[in-house]
């Protein structure tokens, strides 16, 4: 197991689109267990494969209290969402220490694949629906503050991009 480095937004790779998984091997296995590591290091709920520069269709969760109940979806689907949504505070680990409201349907079905190739139907709702949504974004190339306004997205990419350059030092 390994823990491995998150990009931080405003990095352009976070904006890469993640291709399938062609098949569930050895190699993917390791990944996910280090991206479970890494999310459990970070104390994060969720953890995309861009965010490791990964760009395979890769998600581990994690919602519960324990941190025992550990989740991993491969080449997840959404094929059904419910008709209603709710403003939810949202964070991320390739944008520490900012939180803001994202508008998240209440409710989810996907399918994915498991660790293990097997392919599951999952339902969430509440923080299991809104992580998926959250971590799915982050396959397409999308991070949550892009549903920001373009005012507060601008400071914040100006916060982090100042973060970074002292963290450098
Ligand atoms: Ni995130």
Request: glycine share 4%.
């Amino acid at each position: 197991m390994a823990l491995l480095p998150i990009l931080c937004y405003p990095n352009p790779k976070l904006h890469q689109v993640a291709k399938r998984v062609a098949v569930v091997d050895a190699r993917i296995r390791t990944l996910a267990d280090d991206m479970l590591e890494t999310m459990y290091d970070a104390k994060g709920i969720g953890l995309a494969s861009t965010q490791i520069d990964v760009h395979e269709r890769l998600i581990v969760i994690d919602v519960s209290e324990e941190r025992d109940q550990p989740l991993v979806l491969i080449n997840p689907e959404l094929v059904w969402t419910s008709p209603t949504t709710h403003l939810n505070e949202e964070g991320c680990l390739s944008v520490p220490g900012i939180y803001d409201g994202v508008e998240r349907f209440d409710a989810v079905r996907i399918e994915a694949w498991d660790a293990t190739g097997q392919s599951r139907t999952i339902e969430a709702e509440g923080l299991l629906a809104v992580c998926i949504q959250h971590e799915m974004d982050h396959l397409m190339g999308k991070v949550f503050v892009e549903y920001l306004s373009p005012l507060k997205r601008n400071r914040i990419k100006t916060k982090m991009l100042k973060a970074q350059r002292e963290d450098a030092r």
